[in-house]
């Protein structure tokens, strides 16, 4: 993964569209299984992502990158719900929930 690619994955769009279209939100191709997630400890522990599904190998790439979170960590699953703010939640982002960790 390029860093411009890595940069995308803060974007809602290109987010929501990667949910949409089960595509990478690194190298933007369709998903397989597993789908990898990157998150922090605290993502991790309530189970809910921001940023896009990933390959796996996409996964390690990003946190191979400088600029890379050091506190992320990566998780495969073998499917995800996509969840959308409610209206009257703080943080407007969409989140992503693995539902089959692996
Ligand atoms: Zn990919």
């Known amino acids: 993964m390029t860093v411009t690619q890595a940069s995308r994955i803060h974007d809602r769009r290109w987010v929501t569209q990667c949910a949409l279209s089960r595509i990478c939100g690194g190298c933007g191709q369709s998903l397989g299984r597993p789908i990898a997630f990157v998150g ?59 539902n089959s960790l692996l």
């Open 40 to 98: 922090t400890p605290d993502e991790i522990g309530r189970n809910a992502f921001h940023a896009p599904p990933l390959h796996v190998a996409c996964a390690e790439s990003l946190l191979a990158l400088p600029g890379a979170d050091p506190d992320w960590q990566v998780v495969t699953t073998a499917g995800f719900e996509f969840v959308r703010p409610a209206k009257e939640d703080e943080d407007r982002r969409p989140t992503f929930r693995p």
